[in-house]
């Protein structure tokens, strides 16, 4: 029997590697599938003095950015 190579899940993790755009609250507002963590992201910068740098939007996996 030979030896099996020992399966590193840091090699599938590069090799599917998605792309996730970031997104700010306002599209978030404007989306229409709205996800659980743009929902979160939006009440976050509903209160005054809240910074936010975006939120990963998984509707754009994998679309290339122009």
């Given at each position: 029997?030979?030896?099996?190579?020992?399966?590193?899940?840091?090699?599938?993790?590069?090799?599917f590697q998605h792309t996730l755009k970031i997104?700010?609250?306002?599209?978030?507002?404007?989306?229409?599938?709205?996800?659980?963590?743009?929902?979160?992201?939006?009440?976050?910068?509903?209160?005054?003095?809240?910074?936010?740098k975006g939120v990963p939007c998984h509707l754009?996996?994998?679309?290339?950015?122009?």
């Open positions: 029997m030979g030896k099996k190579k020992k399966y590193n899940k840091s090699d599938a993790a590069l090799k997104v700010l609250s306002d599209k978030c507002e404007a989306c229409t599938q709205q996800c659980a963590r743009g929902i979160a992201y939006m009440e976050k910068m509903r209160k005054p003095g809240a910074i936010g754009t996996k994998g679309k290339a950015s122009k």
